[in-house]
Every structure is written in structure tokens, then in C-alpha cells.
């Protein structure tokens, strides 16, 4: 099924301009993903695109299809989400109380969590209603919100001891607005677990696995370091791992903003060349030594 919508030019979420290079128009299943780096700062992005309506659409229409939460393995927890508590542990101050996750799926992280401290009481952000069900009715976990764009923070500043976002940075137009929010809800001695896909080492082909058109922002070390900064919050780790970028933060108390390197951009488009280059001699590998074995 083809998804169709109006797509409208983005400007860069770092700087406001559109003085953009174009990186890719296809993306993932063959779909229009219009990916382009942003010449000022080297952000990746795409533009044009959907706007918030169409991207709703698209969530409700196609996107529980191709990428369905529920298989015949609903119950397994995998080893991905494990990493995430692992990762979390060493920096808690005390026995957390609370956590928020915000597209929870289907809970992975908040029922280990639950496993680990056996008091902690579990929210849940998440779109699906299919998953909102499935936490609230087998688990009692409060949902907060079906969308994060919603006003789900009011009346909760500085509630949480946990807040976890994996892989769900990338998918949402306003990203500052959205990490404001997490900041504003942690408190004083919260952390945040943040994890998305790493543009400057990223994992497989660019056209058919990497871009998709749910993902509309790309990020690097550099410029998620720059988002985070920009909503006040302080970095305590941040890692590029197997082709993911994770950090944990905290609340600052100012915007400790640094300026975009003035080489990021070059560096960001260096990478993602030699990165072609590499996919082409390996697919051209491939080819050879399929047809060599069908002599």
C-alpha cells in the first residue's frame, strides 16, 4: 500500500535555514524518504515531508503494518532492552520510585525495571492502542498520553526518577519541544535514557534499511549533543555503539549550547560517502559470488 500525502519543505532544526545538499529520495521498502544535510551545521533530516497530520495518517494507516509490535513472541524480553537497565543502573543515586516510558511498545523495559525494583511504579507514553491495552490491562502500568506532542507533562514537573526514549527521538518533528518536556518532569536527581540510530556510523543500506520515512531526524554525536544541550540537559555519558548513539542525561540548570563545529557538515558528508562507496563494493561483492555459484 502506498501512503501518500503532501510533503513540505522542513527547515534545519539547528539553525532554521534550508541550505541544504540532497542525500537520498528513497529510503526503506522503496518509499519517498526526501533525506537531505544541512550545509551550516551537517544535521540530516528530511525535507520535504509530512506534516504532523500526515504523519498521524501514516502511524494509523501503514506504519503498525510494516513494523506490527505484537508476533508470537510478545512475552520475550531481548537482549536490546536488558542493555538499556544495564546501562541505566550505575548512574541512579537512589532506589528509584518512578519511570516513564515513552514509546513503550510493549513494556520490555519497564518489566525489567519492574524485575529490578520490585516497588517501582510504571507509566507508559505510547501511540499504539493495541500496546496501550496490553500495558494497562497485564500490567497496571499507568498510561500518561497516546502521543508525546500532547500536553502529557502538565502537572507532573519533577516527578520522575526514570525517563527512557529508545529509539523514538528520531521519529518526532519537534524534537527540543519534546526533550523540554522530559527535562521539565525529571527530578532533581532523575536520569534520562536516550538512544537513536547514529548517522555518522550507521548500520546496513542507506536506501533500503537505514532511512525510513518514520525517522525524520538523523543524529550524531555532535548534533544530539546539541538538541540535548539546547533543553537543559546534561550529559553525564554518551556513547556510539554497534550503530547506536545512547546517553544518559540529567537536569541542568542553563542551556550550556556549544556552536556546531564548522566542519561538521564536511565530516558528516565525508562519512556518508565513504559509507556508499563501502555498500556498493560489498553488494557488488555479493553479486559476484552469487552468480560465480550459479556456474
Not at 61 to 75: A, H, L, M, R, V
Not at 120 to 134: F, N, V
Not at 268 to 279: D, E, F, T
Request: glycine content about 6%.
Amino acid at each position: 500500500m502506498v501512503f501518500e500525502w503532501p510533503m513540505n519543505v522542513a527547515h534545519c532544526a539547528i539553525c532554521g535555514d534550508d541550505n541544504v545538499r540532497r542525500i537520498s529520495k528513497k529510503g526503506q521498502f522503496n518509499e519517498e524518504v526526501n533525506v537531505v544535510l544541512c550545509k551550516n551545521d551537517g544535521f540530516v533530516y528530511l525535507s520535504p515531508r509530512w506534516d504532523e497530520a500526515g504523519y498521524k495518517k501514516y502511524y494509523s494507516q501503514k506504519y503498525s503494518s510494516i513494523f506490527p509490535q505484537f508476533d508470537n513472541q510478545e512475552d520475550l524480553i531481548e537482549e536490546p532492552y536488558e542493555r538499556v537497565v544495564s546501562r541505566i543502573n550505575p548512574h541512579l543515586k537512589n532506589t528509584p520510585s518512578n519511570a516513564l516510558s515513552i514509546g513503550a511498545g510493549k513494556g520490555c523495559v519497564l518489566r525489567l525495571l519492574k524485575r529490578k525494583f520490585e516497588n517501582i511504579d510504571c507509566s507508559a507514553i505510547e501511540p499504539s492502542e493495541e500496546c496501550r491495552k496490553y500495558l494497562s490491562e497485564n500490567f497496571g502500568y499507568s498510561i500518561l498520553a497516546d502521543d508525546i506532542g500532547s500536553n502529557w507533562d502538565d502537572g507532573i514537573e519533577d516527578v520522575f526518577d526514570i525517563i527512557v526514549l529508545r529509539h523514538v527521538l528520531e521519529h518526532l518533528l519537534d524534537p527540543i519541544d519534546s526533550l523540554n518536556k522530559v527535562r521539565n518532569s525529571l527530578n532533581d536527581s532523575g536520569i534520562a535514557y536516550i538512544a537513536v540510530p547514529d548517522m555518522m556510523y550507521p548500520k546496513g543500506s542507506l536506501k533500503r534499511y537505514f532511512f525510513r520515512a518514520p525517522h525524520v531526524s538523523y543524529f550524531s554525536k555532535s548534533t544530539l549533543s546539541y538538541f540535548l544541550n539546547k533543553a537543559c540537559l546534561e550529559i553525564i555519558e554518551i556513547k556510539e555503539q554497534d550503530g547506536e548513539l545512547w546517553c544518559i542525561v540529567k537536569p541542568g540548570n542553563e542551556d550550556k549550547t556549544k556552536t556546531i563545529p564548522a566542519d561538521n557538515a564536511s565530516i558528516q558528508l565525508n562519512m556518508i560517502r565513504k559509507y556508499k562507496k563501502s555498500q556498493r563494493i560489498s553488494e557488488f561483492k555479493s553479486f559476484i559470488a552469487r552468480l560465480i555459484g550459479r556456474e
